[in-house]
């Protein structure tokens, strides 16, 4: 069992930075990736960004090309997300995720899930 820990939410102005971070508690097996899914309130999970952790390559949602980066801490078994140009349309709890053995665009890739960490973006 992995768990996944994030941290780095809070409020922020439109047109701020936020950096997420999720600290994955032990690596008992070589995950594939790891990425960010968000959840509005009334919306639907929204895939945000994923790293295939072998060859650091990335995959992004097209709402958040060219404003946030995902990138990896190989000893520490963490993942950031740097959010830059924050939007109120951004606001969302963001979860961290992990997956054994795929990854893609889809909830269901994704074996292990973070609780979440609110980010509020403000107009």
């Known amino acids: 069992q992995v768990q996944l820990v994030e941290s780095g939410g809070g409020l922020v102005q439109a047109g701020g930075s936020l950096r997420l971070s999720c600290a994955a508690s032990?690596?008992?097996?070589?995950?594939?990736?790891m990425g960010w899914f968000r959840q509005a309130p009334g919306k639907e999970r929204e895939f945000i960004a994923a790293?295939?952790?072998?060859?650091?390559?990335?995959i992004y949602a097209d709402s958040v090309k060219g404003r946030f980066t995902i990138s990896r801490d190989n000893a520490k078994n963490t993942v950031y997300l740097q959010m830059n140009s924050l939007k109120p349309e951004d606001t969302a709890i963001y979860y961290c995720?992990?997956?054994?053995?795929?990854?893609?665009?889809?909830?269901?890739?994704?074996?292990?899930w973070g609780q979440g960490t609110q980010v509020t973006v403000s107009s």
């Open positions: 790293l295939r952790w072998t060859t650091a390559s990335t």
């Open positions: 032990r690596r008992t097996f070589s995950w594939y990736a």
């Open positions: 995720v992990v997956s054994r053995g795929y990854w893609g665009l889809e909830g269901d890739l994704y074996d292990y």
